[in-house]
């Protein structure tokens, strides 16, 4: 089923998109939990991390690019920044088309809460 991600993907609906290519898309959380609080999805439509399969690996693999050219961009490279996979309801996942966030500019606390 598809998501209000589907619908950002599709241009249906708005969001302060950092980066996009064929098969990534990267926007601002809509309720930040950081100062610098991006997700990065693919276009691709998968609900969680356990529907991922082998034929996903370039995807992900990319994923992680985009992470670094952000990172690079945004210049919170050196101080460090999180990110997060939350999966099903254990984790809180709100939005079942996997995402990945990145999380910055302020000291994050370890373990999670
Ligand atoms: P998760 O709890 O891991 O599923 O994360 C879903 C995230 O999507 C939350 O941090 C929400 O704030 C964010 N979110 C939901 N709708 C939107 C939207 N329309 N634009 C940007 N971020 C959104």
Redesign the pocket.
Same mark, same amino acid.
């Given at each position: 089923m598809s998501t209000?991600f589907k619908k950002?993907i599709d241009k249906e609906?708005n969001?302060d998109i950092v980066y996009e290519n064929d098969t990534v898309l990267a926007?601002?959380? $809509?309720?930040p939990?950081a100062p610098v609080h991006i $997700?990065i999805i693919p276009k691709k439509e998968i609900p969680t991390i356990n529907e991922i399969s082998l034929e996903d690996k370039e995807i992900l693999g990319e994923m992680f690019i985009v992470v670094k050219e952000i990172a690079e961009k945004l210049k919170i490279k050196n101080n460090g920044y999180r990110l997060v996979f939350?999966c099903n309801e254990d984790a809180?996942?709100?939005?079942f088309h996997i995402?990945m966030?990145l999380l910055a500019g302020r000291k994050l606390s370890w373990p999670p809460g």
């Open positions: 209000i950002i609906i969001a926007f601002k959380d $809509l309720n939990a $997700l939350n809180g996942q709100t939005v995402h966030h």
